[in-house]
């Protein structure tokens, strides 16, 4: 593409028009909103549903169809999403109403119906102390190059705890921090950093032609919303290893899984080039996951792995099976597992022991961590 195409394009993206939401839309938002609820499902012969603290209710008796959800959220959306909804039948975009707050909208189809989740999203940044993550894990916004990743599945926590360890960076440093992300969820304000924010969709077309832009205007930090694809997963591993520092997040649940998922996504001939990649490049990968708690609500619990030597050899040998021994190794660099985090959380009588049970992935660990303790 020549530059004078690319800037007619980029030109043609940032035109795009919204169409005046509708008044149920408008209705269901305010009331998402207004019971501080975080998502809005509208699914056919359902009523209208909101998610607090985990728990779906419902915000009124009437069912919808899949025609009257597509005629609600269609026209919130931004003009490239409309269109790429109407193409492959699914789309996100994100959406400000005034007045009420931001979201992100998920349209898709279900059973050839229409059906959409809509996520409020927050006003304001949070800080890192905020989160109730494990302390350690604020060593990760103190990394000068590498690539980090947070893992855990959908609502786990991992895009908050991307923009927490971001706000951390610029409070502190004076850095160039660039942002891709699909949609932008968590608005940054410069402070001691200058941070740009770039939506997939609004200011590029996708991730891998946003990344390669990136690497052209000199970041210190890049952050990936999401690593989606091998392309993208190549770009990332090479600014680390040239020496960015970069963060993305993946639907993975521990270290092992994180390196299979992007080595997986790889062609098997290039996999063991890719391992050997990972190795140099990795710093650090967080999992996290949010439990509901014993007295309402839902608390953090997350396990942390700062690369050592162990790890980059067995990494690069695929001997993932290993990973797990290598947090205790690494322990004195800010390492923790996953049962560690859960026993604390038994002790500070916010988990019932047998909820930590079921969360671990070692069970037999954490029955040691506890019995220890007297629990």
Same mark, same amino acid.
């Given at each position: 593409?020549?530059? $004078?195409?690319?800037?007619?394009?980029?030109?043609?993206?940032?035109?795009?028009?919204?169409?005046? =939401?509708?008044?149920?839309?408008?209705?269901?938002?305010?009331?998402? !909103?207004?019971?501080?609820?975080?998502?809005? /499902?509208?699914?056919?012969?359902?009523?209208?549903?909101?998610?607090?603290?985990?728990?779906?209710?419902?915000?009124?008796?009437?069912?919808?169809?899949?025609?009257?959800?597509?005629?609600?959220?269609?026209?919130?959306?931004?003009?490239?999403?409309?269109?790429?909804?109407?193409?492959?039948?699914?789309?996100?975009?994100?959406?400000?109403? =005034?007045?009420?707050?931001?979201?992100?909208?998920?349209?898709?189809?279900?059973?050839?119906?229409?059906?959409?989740?809509?996520?409020?999203?927050?006003?304001?940044?949070?800080?890192?102390?905020?989160?109730?993550?494990?302390?350690?894990?604020?060593?990760?916004?103190?990394?000068?190059?590498?690539?980090?990743?947070?893992?855990?599945?959908?609502?786990?926590?991992?895009?908050?705890? /991307?923009?927490?360890? !971001?706000?951390?960076?610029?409070?502190?440093?004076?850095?160039?921090?660039?942002?891709?992300?699909?949609?932008?969820?968590? $608005?940054?304000?410069?402070?001691?950093? !200058?941070?740009?924010?770039?939506?997939?969709?609004?200011?590029?077309?996708?991730?891998?032609?946003?990344?390669?832009?990136?690497?052209?205007?000199?970041?210190?930090?890049?952050?990936?919303?999401?690593?989606?694809?091998?392309?993208?997963?190549?770009?990332? /591993?090479? %600014? %680390?290893?040239?020496?960015?520092?970069?963060?993305?997040?993946?639907?993975?649940?521990?270290?092992?899984?994180?390196?299979?998922?992007?080595?997986?996504?790889?062609?098997?001939?290039?996999?063991?080039?890719?391992?050997?990649?990972?190795?140099?490049?990795?710093?650090?990968?967080?999992?996290?996951?949010?439990?509901?708690?014993?007295?309402?609500?839902?608390?953090?619990?997350?396990?942390?792995?700062?690369?050592?030597?162990?790890?980059?050899?067995?990494?690069?040998?695929?001997?993932?099976?290993?990973?797990?021994?290598?947090?205790?190794?690494?322990?004195?660099?800010?390492?923790?597992?996953?049962?560690?985090?859960?026993?604390?959380?038994?002790?500070?009588?916010?988990?019932?022991?047998?909820?930590?049970?079921?969360?671990?992935?070692?069970? =037999?660990?954490?029955?040691?961590?506890?019995?220890?303790?007297?629990?």
């Amino acid at each position: 593409m020549t530059a $004078e195409s690319n800037s007619t394009h980029i030109q043609v993206i940032h035109s795009e028009t919204r169409h005046p =939401e509708s008044v149920e839309l408008r209705r269901w938002l305010g009331e998402l !909103v207004l019971r501080n609820g975080s998502d809005l /499902l509208l699914v056919p012969n359902a009523p209208a549903s909101i998610r607090l603290e985990g728990v779906l209710s419902a915000i009124e008796d009437k069912t919808l169809s899949g025609e009257e959800i597509e005629a609600a959220v269609l026209p919130a959306m931004a003009a490239h999403a409309r269109e790429e909804y109407r193409q492959y039948g699914i789309a996100d975009s994100s959406y400000r109403l =005034e007045g009420v707050g931001r979201f992100r909208i998920n349209l898709h189809r279900e059973r050839g119906r229409a059906a959409a989740t809509v996520r409020a999203l927050p006003s304001k940044v949070p800080a890192l102390s905020e989160l109730r993550l494990p302390p350690g894990v604020g060593a990760i916004a103190g990394l000068q190059r590498g690539l980090v990743i947070i893992g855990g599945a959908t609502g786990s926590g991992k895009t908050t705890t /991307l923009a927490a360890l !971001v706000n951390e960076i610029n409070q502190r440093d004076a850095r160039h921090i660039v942002t891709i992300e699909d949609p932008i969820e968590y $608005e940054h304000a410069h402070n001691k950093s !200058v941070i740009e924010q770039v939506e997939i969709g609004i200011d590029a077309p996708d991730f891998p032609t946003a990344l390669r832009a990136a690497m052209r205007q000199a970041p210190d930090v890049i952050v990936v919303g999401e690593m989606r694809d091998s392309e993208t997963a190549r770009i990332a /591993l090479s %600014a %680390a290893e040239t020496g960015h520092l970069v963060f993305t997040t993946l639907h993975t649940t521990d270290a092992a899984s994180t390196v299979s998922r992007i080595a997986d996504s790889f062609p098997q001939e290039r996999q063991h080039t890719v391992r050997a990649e990972m190795a140099m490049a990795l710093a650090a990968m967080l999992t996290q996951t949010l439990i509901p708690k014993r007295n309402g609500g839902r608390v953090p619990a997350a396990e942390l792995l700062v690369l050592g030597y162990g790890a980059r050899q067995h990494i690069r040998k695929n001997a993932l099976q290993h990973l797990h021994q290598e947090i205790t190794i690494t322990r004195k660099q800010g390492s923790f597992t996953l049962e560690e985090s859960l026993a604390q959380l038994v002790f500070q009588q916010e988990l019932l022991r047998e909820e930590a049970m079921t969360r671990a992935l070692h069970p =037999e660990d954490l029955d040691t961590i506890l019995k220890a303790k007297g629990f």
